[in-house]
């Protein structure tokens, strides 16, 4: 047996009491040779939070001492919660609850260890979701997760210092005279700058730093993009040996590359994406059959004929992960010759593509296929493009619909205006025909117990300086639902293929909900008049989603639910989606922004080979096994937080962009907003259309002098009896912006 594996096997014996290092040898019965090879270890363990050295030097479990290891997340007010880390074999914990004051030296994100107390912590608000989870103490960091963090440069008359930009970090970090930094140009006061912090030991003490790059202005565009590219790890531009490789890749499909493969490029095939996409992954086709069935093809671009493993483009693109869509700008997880080029599926251009065939008799699934594809997208459509043509009749009004850009189209690419009426009805009849299969494969879906999670969004707009100038509230309408249905029979089918034959492989996993998390949101429910029975059943949790479709705070009810499931993420093992009520779940469609599609598209080319005997591809490798998986499962899973994280910063800080240059307006915009919670120093609000919340403070509602009735619910004047009640659909206006803190506030509309 290995030392290491020794060591721990002493600390978890019964009757084992804490020892110190010289102790844990003799007991080890080490000869003097040996010792340094304990010290080396005991320092790799407590390095790892497995172990913890508690008084008079002695070493134990963390278990063993009320002490837990995780990761800190911080919350605006100062307080935080400890995520724990399990080890293998152990049932998921809790988090841990953690006062502001007891935070430590801690900093969002860091690896800590935690003393753990007798006690148990309360709900944080009487309409919050929470209580019943343990209450600790930071005691020490094992590892901080940002040495450098970005800020606004700020002075007093005696020293210089920098407000972090998240606002979860509440201490300014001291900084010397810029002047002396060694920057060029000198970083002034009001400009975003990097800092790095020193080491933080007292809590009661601001952090040091050195500030080490310069921004730009503060709240300027490109400032903030910046520091979001900073913060988040993400680089807009690729290494040099990726652009190489990148280069030499030809920029049209040639005909040794239509070797094996089924040939549907005079199948009418076409693309249905938003206005603004760049690149285009997955088509649809649609024929049908001598026997009056109709087959469907799902195309999904071949970025695995492009990109091949131990390639410095593959290297990279597992690095990143996936692609990150901040507002205005993407950072691509390929080159740009990929994946607006060479794999985008441009109109009236041929791309290779990996297919999922599905046959319908009478409307029913009867077969599924799978094969390598070339096809030639007939049209791009856009979303408001496809749903005209599923709602309008008149063909002369969809042909007059505004065009995508045309820099987004491909450069082939033709308006609607040029098609002839023929060309019109055709393309009316494939979609409604995609859309009579994908509506009645979604009312099964959702018989068969499939949450309609699905949310509003609001795309945020910027001008040509990136000043967030517009926002649009975007529904998932008909022909959203219809690329979705086929999407999701796509991916389901993949994963059921590759368990079948058990390929190693990636599948996309959504666990079940804990029982407590919904016992606490049921709890929330009631303090909104929502009554319901048990969330455990699905039934239930389909019937609640269906009254919030109509309820006043049924987007702000809906978000919460979300968060009281658990997150999808990706795993070597296919347990199944509960959110999909799917056993066999994967993700196929989208290899041009995700690297774990273009995994399961080499595993795509395993199955053809091996069981179906197809040739494998030019340069065709596959040196996966389910070990190999799982780690990529992980990492996936994290770049995707990453990026999700970095997405909602990026539409935070737009948001607040563009009510920030609402407040500077003559004409103030008025937005329609619904009271969502009542309290005696004002209300908080809703704006569903920009989905939106801030505050509307007692200070600003000048007419009258309002009280907080009994109840709690409603704010009174007490000459005029007018009532502002929770729920109610009111006008606002924007009334202040603090960039910093992230708050927005609002008045009354006159």
């Known amino acids: 047996m290995k030392l290491r594996e020794r060591l721990l ?75 724990l880390e399990n080890r293998p074999g152990e049932a998921a914990k809790d988090a841990v609850q953690i006062s502001a004051e007891d935070t430590g030296v801690a900093i969002h994100g860091d690896r800590v260890v935690v003393r753990l107390s007798d006690e148990v912590s309360r709900p944080r608000g009487p309409r919050s979701v929470g209580g019943g989870e343990p209450i600790g103490r930071v005691i020490r960091i094992l590892e901080r997760t940002h040495e450098t963090l970005t800020g606004n440069l700020q002075r007093t008359k005696l020293f210089f210092y920098v407000v972090p930009d998240d606002p979860r970090f509440i201490h300014d970090i001291y900084v010397p005279d810029p002047a002396k930094a060694g920057l060029r140009p000198v970083p002034a006061i009001g400009d975003k700058v990097v800092v790095k912090l020193h080491e933080w030991t007292q809590r009661h003490v601001n952090p040091e730093g050195t500030i080490v790059a310069r921004l730009g202005r503060t709240h300027e565009p490109s400032a903030e993009l910046a520091a979001i590219f900073h913060k988040y790890r993400l680089e807009p531009g690729f290494p040099d040996d990726v652009v190489r490789e990148a280069a030499a890749l030809p920029t049209r499909v040639g005909l040794a590359e239509l070797f094996g493969r089924l040939d549907y490029r005079n199948v009418p095939t076409f693309t249905i994406d938003p206005d603004d996409a760049k690149d285009f992954d997955d088509a649809l086709s649609v024929e049908t059959l001598p026997t009056g069935d109709v087959r469907v093809g799902i195309h999904i671009a071949d970025v695995s004929s492009y990109v091949k493993p131990g390639t410095a483009l593959d290297r990279e693109a597992q690095r990143r992960g996936n692609s990150t869509y901040l507002v205005g700008t993407v950072v691509p997880m390929l080159p740009e010759k990929l994946s607006n080029g060479l794999c ?46 599923l709602k309008e009749d008149n063909l002369e009004k969809i042909r007059h619909l505004p065009p995508p850009p045309a820099h987004q189209t491909g450069a082939t690419g033709r308006a609607l205006s040029a098609l002839s009426r023929d060309e019109l009805t055709d393309l009316q009849h494939w979609i409604r025909q995609l859309w009579d299969l994908a509506a009645r494969m979604r009312r099964e879906r959702m018989r068969n117990g499939s949450l309609d999670l699905d949310m509003p969004e609001v795309k945020i707009f910027v001008d040509a300086q990136g000043y967030a100038d517009r926002l649009e509230r975007i529904e998932s309408d008909e022909s959203h639902q219809l690329i979705e249905e086929f999407m999701l029979a796509a991916n389901e089918a993949v994963a059921r293929v590759t368990k079948q034959h058990r390929l190693p492989s990636l599948y996309r996993v959504h666990d079940d909900p804990d029982e407590e998390k919904l016992q606490e949101y049921r709890q929330l429910l009631g303090t909104f008049g929502v009554t319901v029975g048990d969330l455990t059943q699905r039934s239930e949790i389909m019937r609640l989603l269906n009254l919030l479709k109509t309820h006043p705070q049924g987007y702000t009810l809906r978000i919460q639910l979300l968060r009281s499931l658990r997150k999808a993420v990706y795993r070597a093992t296919p347990d199944g989606h509960y959110g999909l009520a799917k056993q066999d779940y994967t993700h196929f469609t989208s290899p041009i922004r995700r690297y774990a599609d273009l995994l399961v598209h080499r595993v795509f080319d ?101 009280q907080l009735n009994s109840a709690g619910t409603a704010l009174i004047g007490r000459r005029s009896k007018r009532r502002l009640e929770l729920g109610q659909k009111i006008s606002v206006v924007t009334e202040r912006v603090d960039r910093f803190k992230r708050q927005i506030d609002f008045r009354l509309s006159a």
């Open 9 to 83: 096997a002493l600390l978890r014996a019964p009757d084992y009491a804490p020892l110190t290092e010289p102790e844990i040898a003799r007991a080890l019965g080490l000869a003097k040779k040996e010792r340094d090879s304990l010290a080396f270890e005991t320092r790799q363990l407590l390095a790892a939070g497995e172990i913890v050295r508690i008084k008079q030097d002695r070493l134990c479990r963390p278990r063993d001492a009320d002490l837990v290891t995780g990761r800190i997340q911080f919350r605006q007010g100062g307080s935080a919660f400890v995520i």
């Open 606 to 706: 395993q199955y053809l080979i091996k069981y179906l005997g197809l040739p494998p591809p030019r340069g065709f490798q596959f040196g996966y096994n389910a070990a190999r998986m799982e780690s990529l499962a992980e990492h996936l899973s994290l770049t995707e937080q990453n990026s999700m994280e970095a997405e909602r910063d990026s539409q935070k800080v737009k948001l607040l962009e563009f009510f920030e240059r609402e407040v500077a307006k003559k004409k103030k915009s008025v937005f329609a907003a619904v009271i969502t919670d009542v309290r005696n120093h004002g209300l908080f609000v809703e704006l569903p259309d920009a989905m939106t919340f801030g505050l509307i403070h007692l200070s600003t509602m000048g007419d009258d002098l309002y």
């Open 344 to 389: 985008s599926l441009v109109e009236s251009e041929d791309r290779v593509t990996k297919a999922v065939l599905l046959t319908f008799h009478k409307g029913r699934l009867s077969g599924t296929a799978f094969a390598n594809t070339v096809i030639r997208s007939r049209k791009r459509l856009t979303y408001r493009q496809a749903y005209a043509f």
